[in-house]
Nanobody, 121 residues
Framework: QVQLLESGGGSVQAGGSLRLSCVAS????????MGWFRQAPQKERERVAV???????SYAEAVKGRFTISKDNAKNTLYLQMNSLKPEDTAMYYC???????????????RGQGTQVTVSS
């Protein structure tokens, strides 16, 4: 059964764009907060962006102005539009959902399996 299923990752050159999608089961999509995290090899998982049920958003400094988080309520889907990609954006990207808009991965009740993004220079 689908809980959180990410897609849209791939390999692009620096400066390119990708759009990640995260389809959520209906009961999860109703969570107060959903977000994207990422983890590069040999690095800790880090926050990317979160969006509240009221549509409020917050971004990590490293992606501000380049990434946009959004939701499509009709499709129970969370998106992450990534523009002007850099090699340092290379990571496994995960979506998460939970009761609080926290920057802490462990707080989220539901977490996806991830989709790989690779940016070459």
């Amino acid at each position: 059964q689908v809980q959180l299923l990410e897609s849209g990752g791939g390999s692009v050159q620096a400066g390119g764009s990708l759009r990640l999608s995260c389809v959520a089961s209906a009961y999860i999509y109703g969570s107060r907060c959903m977000g994207w995290f990422r983890q590069a090899p040999q690095k800790e998982r880090e926050r990317v962006a979160v969006i509240g049920s009221d549509g409020s958003t917050s971004y990590a400094e490293a992606v501000k102005g380049r990434f946009t988080i959004s939701k499509d309520n009709a499709k129970n889907t969370l998106y992450l539009q990534m523009n002007s990609l850099k090699p340092e954006d290379t990571a496994m990207y995960y979506c998460a959902a939970g009761s609080f808009c926290s920057w802490s991965w462990s707080i989220y009740n539901y977490r996806g399996q991830g989709t790989q993004v690779t940016v070459s220079s």
